[in-house]
Protein backbone atom coordinates (compact mmCIF):
# COMPACT_ATOMS: atom_id res chain seq x y z
CA UNK A 1 0.00 0.00 0.00
CA UNK A 2 1.48 3.23 -1.05
CA UNK A 3 0.33 5.84 1.19
CA UNK A 4 1.89 8.80 -0.74
CA UNK A 5 2.03 8.78 -4.44
CA UNK A 6 4.47 11.12 -6.08
CA UNK A 7 4.32 12.55 -10.03
CA UNK A 8 5.74 12.83 -12.77
CA UNK A 9 8.35 9.86 -12.25
CA UNK A 10 10.71 12.71 -14.47
CA UNK A 11 10.48 16.11 -15.31
CA UNK A 12 12.84 18.43 -17.91
CA UNK A 13 12.16 22.27 -17.82
CA UNK A 14 13.82 24.98 -19.40
CA UNK A 15 15.88 27.22 -17.29
CA UNK A 16 13.95 29.78 -15.31
CA UNK A 17 10.82 27.97 -16.10
CA UNK A 18 8.97 26.71 -12.98
CA UNK A 19 9.19 23.20 -11.84
CA UNK A 20 6.02 21.32 -10.21
CA UNK A 21 5.64 18.05 -8.34
CA UNK A 22 2.58 16.62 -7.07
CA UNK A 23 2.11 14.49 -3.84
CA UNK A 24 -1.09 12.68 -3.01
CA UNK A 25 -1.38 10.93 0.67
CA UNK A 26 -4.42 8.64 2.08
CA UNK A 27 -3.54 9.09 5.44
CA UNK A 28 -5.13 11.95 7.44
CA UNK A 29 -3.00 11.52 10.45
CA UNK A 30 -0.03 12.34 8.88
CA UNK A 31 1.04 15.62 10.79
CA UNK A 32 4.21 17.13 8.54
CA UNK A 33 4.93 17.09 4.86
CA UNK A 34 8.53 17.52 4.53
CA UNK A 35 10.60 17.45 1.31
CA UNK A 36 13.77 16.31 0.47
CA UNK A 37 16.33 16.85 -2.35
CA UNK A 38 18.92 14.46 -3.68
CA UNK A 39 21.59 15.18 -5.74
CA UNK A 40 23.56 11.99 -7.72
CA UNK A 41 25.97 10.58 -5.17
CA UNK A 42 24.50 11.50 -1.93
CA UNK A 43 22.04 11.18 0.67
CA UNK A 44 18.98 13.37 0.48
CA UNK A 45 18.55 16.57 2.29
CA UNK A 46 15.59 18.10 3.62
CA UNK A 47 14.53 20.94 1.57
CA UNK A 48 11.80 22.51 2.98
CA UNK A 49 8.38 21.27 4.92
CA UNK A 50 4.89 22.13 5.66
CA UNK A 51 2.29 21.48 8.10
CA UNK A 52 -1.79 20.58 7.06
CA UNK A 53 -2.63 23.80 9.36
CA UNK A 54 -1.20 25.61 6.69
CA UNK A 55 -2.07 26.15 2.95
CA UNK A 56 1.73 27.69 1.63
CA UNK A 57 5.07 27.52 2.97
CA UNK A 58 7.84 29.57 0.38
CA UNK A 59 11.40 29.72 1.48
CA UNK A 60 13.39 31.51 -1.16
CA UNK A 61 12.67 30.53 -4.62
CA UNK A 62 10.93 26.65 -3.37
CA UNK A 63 7.38 26.91 -2.41
CA UNK A 64 4.91 23.89 -1.16
CA UNK A 65 1.16 24.26 -1.88
CA UNK A 66 -0.96 22.07 0.49
CA UNK A 67 -4.48 21.23 -0.23
CA UNK A 68 -5.55 19.63 2.70
CA UNK A 69 -9.24 18.52 1.99
CA UNK A 70 -7.83 17.12 -1.84
CA UNK A 71 -5.16 15.26 0.58
CA UNK A 72 -2.67 17.05 -2.07
CA UNK A 73 0.47 18.77 -1.72
CA UNK A 74 2.46 20.19 -4.59
CA UNK A 75 6.65 21.52 -4.63
CA UNK A 76 7.07 24.14 -6.79
CA UNK A 77 10.27 25.87 -7.50
CA UNK A 78 10.31 29.49 -9.37
CA UNK A 79 13.11 30.29 -11.89
CA UNK A 80 14.32 26.87 -11.84
CA UNK A 81 18.01 26.43 -12.51
CA UNK A 82 20.63 24.22 -13.53
CA UNK A 83 21.74 23.08 -10.06
CA UNK A 84 18.31 22.67 -9.52
CA UNK A 85 18.78 19.23 -11.22
CA UNK A 86 18.12 16.52 -8.63
CA UNK A 87 16.01 13.84 -7.50
CA UNK A 88 12.98 15.15 -5.19
CA UNK A 89 11.01 12.93 -2.25
CA UNK A 90 8.08 14.06 -0.97
CA UNK A 91 7.35 12.65 2.25
CA UNK A 92 5.13 12.48 5.16
CA UNK A 93 5.41 11.38 8.88
CA UNK A 94 2.49 11.21 11.35
CA UNK A 95 3.48 12.07 15.07
CA UNK A 96 3.82 9.36 17.25
CA UNK A 97 5.38 6.80 14.83
CA UNK A 98 8.79 7.21 16.04
CA UNK A 99 9.60 10.14 13.27
CA UNK A 100 9.10 7.92 10.86
CA UNK A 101 8.90 9.02 7.27
CA UNK A 102 6.90 7.54 4.20
CA UNK A 103 8.84 8.78 1.41
CA UNK A 104 7.29 8.67 -2.21
CA UNK A 105 8.93 7.63 -5.00
CA UNK A 106 10.94 10.61 -6.03
CA UNK A 107 10.90 12.89 -9.56
CA UNK A 108 13.94 13.08 -11.60
CA UNK A 109 14.68 16.74 -12.26
CA UNK A 110 16.28 18.19 -14.90
CA UNK A 111 16.82 21.76 -15.65
CA UNK A 112 18.19 22.51 -19.30
CA UNK A 113 20.45 25.84 -19.97
CA UNK B 1 30.79 17.56 12.50
CA UNK B 2 31.19 14.97 10.23
CA UNK B 3 27.73 14.35 10.60
CA UNK B 4 26.47 10.82 9.06
CA UNK B 5 28.86 8.54 7.82
CA UNK B 6 28.58 5.15 5.96
CA UNK B 7 31.18 2.24 5.73
CA UNK B 8 31.80 0.62 3.11
CA UNK B 9 30.91 3.07 -0.18
CA UNK B 10 30.69 0.62 -2.39
CA UNK B 11 30.67 -3.48 -2.22
CA UNK B 12 30.26 -6.48 -4.40
CA UNK B 13 28.87 -9.41 -2.66
CA UNK B 14 28.37 -13.14 -4.02
CA UNK B 15 24.99 -15.04 -3.59
CA UNK B 16 24.79 -16.62 0.05
CA UNK B 17 27.70 -14.26 1.54
CA UNK B 18 27.20 -12.45 4.51
CA UNK B 19 28.25 -8.53 5.35
CA UNK B 20 27.35 -6.12 7.80
CA UNK B 21 27.52 -2.21 6.75
CA UNK B 22 28.18 0.45 9.21
CA UNK B 23 26.48 3.94 10.04
CA UNK B 24 28.09 6.34 12.56
CA UNK B 25 26.76 9.69 13.76
CA UNK B 26 28.48 12.38 15.47
CA UNK B 27 25.36 14.54 16.10
CA UNK B 28 24.39 12.46 19.68
CA UNK B 29 20.70 11.74 17.82
CA UNK B 30 18.62 9.49 19.30
CA UNK B 31 16.50 7.64 16.44
CA UNK B 32 18.67 5.90 13.68
CA UNK B 33 17.12 4.49 10.34
CA UNK B 34 18.41 2.51 7.78
CA UNK B 35 16.73 2.55 3.82
CA UNK B 36 17.36 1.21 0.80
CA UNK B 37 16.87 2.56 -2.20
CA UNK B 38 15.84 1.78 -5.79
CA UNK B 39 14.81 2.97 -9.02
CA UNK B 40 11.80 4.10 -9.06
CA UNK B 41 11.00 2.77 -5.88
CA UNK B 42 11.81 5.48 -3.53
CA UNK B 43 13.55 5.48 -0.01
CA UNK B 44 12.09 2.23 1.93
CA UNK B 45 12.82 1.82 5.58
CA UNK B 46 14.29 -1.94 6.25
CA UNK B 47 15.13 -1.09 10.06
CA UNK B 48 15.08 1.36 13.15
CA UNK B 49 16.19 2.27 16.27
CA UNK B 50 14.51 5.00 18.70
CA UNK B 51 17.52 4.69 20.91
CA UNK B 52 20.89 2.63 22.22
CA UNK B 53 20.11 -1.19 22.47
CA UNK B 54 16.48 -0.67 20.58
CA UNK B 55 15.59 -1.81 16.91
CA UNK B 56 12.45 -2.40 15.42
CA UNK B 57 10.96 -3.62 12.02
CA UNK B 58 10.44 -1.34 8.83
CA UNK B 59 8.42 -1.38 5.72
CA UNK B 60 11.17 -3.98 4.10
CA UNK B 61 12.69 -6.20 7.07
CA UNK B 62 12.91 -9.40 5.72
CA UNK B 63 16.93 -10.34 4.51
CA UNK B 64 18.24 -7.81 7.35
CA UNK B 65 19.30 -7.63 10.60
CA UNK B 66 20.61 -5.00 12.72
CA UNK B 67 22.10 -4.30 15.95
CA UNK B 68 22.70 -0.40 17.86
CA UNK B 69 24.94 -1.70 20.68
CA UNK B 70 26.59 2.08 21.23
CA UNK B 71 23.93 5.13 20.59
CA UNK B 72 26.51 6.58 17.85
CA UNK B 73 26.40 3.58 16.09
CA UNK B 74 23.92 1.37 13.79
CA UNK B 75 24.71 -1.61 11.91
CA UNK B 76 22.76 -3.48 9.20
CA UNK B 77 23.38 -7.07 8.56
CA UNK B 78 23.05 -9.23 5.46
CA UNK B 79 23.18 -12.73 6.56
CA UNK B 80 23.10 -14.51 2.71
CA UNK B 81 22.84 -11.89 0.26
CA UNK B 82 20.57 -12.14 -2.27
CA UNK B 83 20.26 -10.62 -6.00
CA UNK B 84 17.28 -8.55 -4.48
CA UNK B 85 19.23 -6.88 -1.99
CA UNK B 86 21.03 -5.16 -4.98
CA UNK B 87 20.60 -1.46 -3.76
CA UNK B 88 21.89 1.59 -2.56
CA UNK B 89 21.57 1.86 1.42
CA UNK B 90 20.96 4.97 3.30
CA UNK B 91 21.24 5.70 7.13
CA UNK B 92 19.92 8.44 8.68
CA UNK B 93 19.42 9.87 11.87
CA UNK B 94 17.69 12.71 13.88
CA UNK B 95 16.72 14.28 16.87
CA UNK B 96 13.47 13.60 17.06
CA UNK B 97 10.85 15.88 19.03
CA UNK B 98 13.18 18.48 18.92
CA UNK B 99 12.83 21.18 16.55
CA UNK B 100 11.85 20.13 12.98
CA UNK B 101 11.00 16.02 14.21
CA UNK B 102 10.81 15.84 9.96
CA UNK B 103 14.24 16.30 9.36
CA UNK B 104 16.56 13.45 9.08
CA UNK B 105 20.07 13.48 8.00
CA UNK B 106 21.24 11.21 6.09
CA UNK B 107 24.73 9.55 4.62
CA UNK B 108 26.36 8.98 1.76
CA UNK B 109 25.26 5.63 1.04
CA UNK B 110 26.74 2.47 0.17
CA UNK B 111 26.24 0.61 -2.98
CA UNK B 112 25.84 -3.20 -2.74
CA UNK B 113 25.79 -5.49 -5.68
CA UNK B 114 24.98 -9.08 -5.53
CA UNK B 115 26.24 -11.74 -8.15
Known amino acids: QQQVKQSPQSLIVQKGGISIINCAYE??????FPWYQQFPGKGPALLIAIRPDVSEKKEGRFTISFNKSAKQFSLHIMDSQPGDSATYFC????????????FGKGTLLTVNP | NAGVTQTPKFRVLKTGQSMTLLCAQDMNHEYMYWYRQDPGMGLRLIHY???????AKGEVPDGYNVSRLKKQNFLLGLESAAPSQTSVYFC??????????????FGPGTRLTVT
Open chain 1, 91 to 102: AAMRGGSNYKLT
Open chain 2, 49 to 55: SVGEGTT
Open chain 1, 27 to 32: NTAFDY
Open chain 2, 92 to 105: ASSYGGQGRPYEQY
